[in-house]
């Protein structure tokens, strides 16, 4: 079945520091989105990719699909205490949107 | 523009009690669907309606789980009985008609769930 595996699971930076989260896909995707989820609330979508080799950019947010569509992405650049939070990939291997979650990775930003 | 609406915001239950979820998609959104995300993880789809059909509901626990949404507007997610392991918070989303290539999925702000 469909696995989807992220990893680090948890990053502490450094305010100003960069990061990066990376999403693994056991099978090929259709598309795959990424959200964040601040602690206590609930996921907020950012992006989704669709083509192979495909890179999206949104202020200091880069994000990355594979070019098997396998693997995915996110970086942050100089990251802010606002950063704060868990990133989720959410890989469709349909494109019917039924998404399975990644394990997400949780950005601790200390000031 | 409203969000999802979800209630309750909290449920404390014994094991082998009943308990229901209830959602209200935003306006105009055909697409529903109801996550289980347990304490450190990632949500995990139960169930995905499209209007009121079911797109996909591989991953509901068919023998204590059910979900309707009648009127392909507003859902109900139920458990009967409940298990210590359903704890958790169980978010409602929606989304646009896939129709639309629309695919960004708007979260409700979850029910706890506590099953003692």
């Known amino acids: 079945g469909q696995q989807v595996m992220q990893i680090p699971q948890y990053q502490h930076v450094q305010e100003g520091e960069d990061f990066t989260t990376y999403c693994n896909s056991s099978t090929t995707l259709s598309n795959i989105q990424w959200y964040k989820q601040r602690p206590g609330g609930h996921p907020v979508f950012l992006i989704q990719l669709v083509k192979s080799g495909e890179v999206k950019k949104q202020k200091r947010l880069t994000f990355q699909f594979g070019e098997a569509k396998k693997n995915s992405s996110l970086h942050i650049t100089a990251t802010q205490t606002t950063d704060v939070g868990t990133y989720f990939c959410a890989a469709d291997q349909t494109g019917a949107n039924n998404l399975f979650f990644g394990t997400g990775t949780r950005l601790t930003v200390i000031p | 523009e409203a969000g999802v609406a979800q209630s309750p915001r909290y449920k404390i239950i014994e094991k082998r009690q009943s308990v229901a979820f209830w959602c209200n998609p935003i306006?105009?959104?055909?697409?529903l669907y109801w996550y289980q995300q347990i304490l450190g993880q990632g949500p995990k789809l139960l169930i995905q309606f499209q209007n009121n059909g079911v797109v996909d509901d591989s991953q509901l626990p068919k023998d204590r789980f059910s979900a309707e949404r009648l009127k392909g507007v507003d859902s109900t997610l139920k458990i009967q009985p409940a298990k210590l392991e359903d704890s958790a918070v169980y978010l409602c989303a929606s989304s646009l008609s896939l129709r639309t290539g629309s695919y960004e999925q708007y979260f409700g702000p979850g029910t706890r769930l506590t099953v003692t």
């Open positions: 306006s105009g959104h055909a697409t």
